[in-house]
């Protein structure tokens, strides 16, 4: 039985109905490699569009948990900075039992998380839409608009990298190594939070990675296949 607001003990993982619909993927889901600063928890975001061909476009975005000293991870290094309801909401314990998997995702909240930081995405037909410089800035637009919308007193528009996607010097090319290959891809280095960079995979796909600027020198930048 389930209660308004309340999920039951043995309710299932949602990462469970995550890794099937990555089956749908028509590309392998690229990560960052293994690191120990990066610990992957299979929080996958899943988008995708259709029409009357079928899924004309899909996208898998990996979150990550940061350890900034890995090796010691009760450091108060390793913390976030919380507001109090976040710490709140971790600290207030109910009185009935939950699932793991909810506890585990609570208590992960005590860390930085590198929200949907590696994005692989996938376009059918090829179009400007589908260049790696057009996938980075719009993936960068998401993680500034759902994350750092409160540093931009103004707003942030969805088009706010059109120009800096089409183009140099804002949009420069950079060598992005891919499961050991160096390969070409583009950087979009222009905003004062993050920093974004990209390259082709082929067959439609592109991987993008969009990271805090105060986190990269705990971050190895070099992409591989997830699983």
Same mark, same amino acid.
């Given at each position: 039985? *389930? ?7 043995d309710?299932? &993982?949602? *990462?469970?109905?995550? %890794? !099937? !619909?990555?089956?749908?993927?028509? #590309?392998?889901?690229?990560?960052l ?8 928890? =299979?929080?996958? @975001?899943?988008?995708? @569009?259709?029409?009357? *061909? ?5 996208? %898998?975005? #990996? ?16 913390? %976030?900075?919380?507001?109090e ?9 109910? +009185? /009935?039992?939950?699932?793991? /998997? ?7 909240? *005590?860390?930085?998380q ?7 995405? /996938?376009? !059918?037909? +090829? ?5 790696p ?9 998401h993680?500034? #608009?759902?994350?750092?919308?409160? =540093? ?6 969805? &088009?706010?990298?059109?120009? &800096? %996607?089409? !183009? ?10 891919? &499961? ?11 905003d ?8 082709s995979?082929?067959?439609? @796909? ?11 020198g ?10």
């Amino acid at each position: 039985m *389930r209660f308004d607001g309340v999920i039951p003990e043995d309710a299932p &993982d949602p *990462r469970l109905e995550q %890794a !099937r !619909r990555l089956e749908l993927m028509p #590309i392998p889901v690229m990560g960052l490699v293994p690191q120990p600063s990066l610990e992957d928890p =299979d929080m996958v @975001g899943i988008q995708y @569009g259709q029409d009357s *061909r079928g899924y004309n476009e899909m996208s %898998a975005s #990996i979150t990550y948990t940061l350890w900034r000293n890995p090796a010691d991870r009760s450091d108060p290094i390793n913390l %976030a900075e919380l507001d109090e309801q976040t710490r709140r909401s971790i600290e207030d314990i109910p +009185p /009935w039992p939950r699932p793991v /998997w909810l506890v585990e995702g609570v208590q992960r909240m *005590r860390y930085p998380q590198l929200w949907e930081a590696v994005r692989t995405t /996938w376009h !059918r037909d +090829p179009s400007e839409r589908s260049s790696p410089a057009r996938v980075l800035a719009e993936h960068m637009n998401h993680i500034l #608009i759902n994350r750092y919308r409160r =540093d931009w007193p103004g707003g942030i528009a969805w &088009d706010r990298f059109a120009g &800096d %996607a089409r !183009r140099p010097p804002t949009n420069r090319e950079v060598a992005v190594r891919i &499961d050991g290959v160096e390969v070409q891809g583009v950087e979009i280095d222009t905003d004062p939070l993050v920093c974004g960079v990209g390259a082709s995979l082929g067959r439609g @796909g592109v991987v993008t990675a969009v990271l805090p600027r105060d986190e990269l020198g705990y971050i190895r930048i070099e992409f591989a296949k997830r699983r």
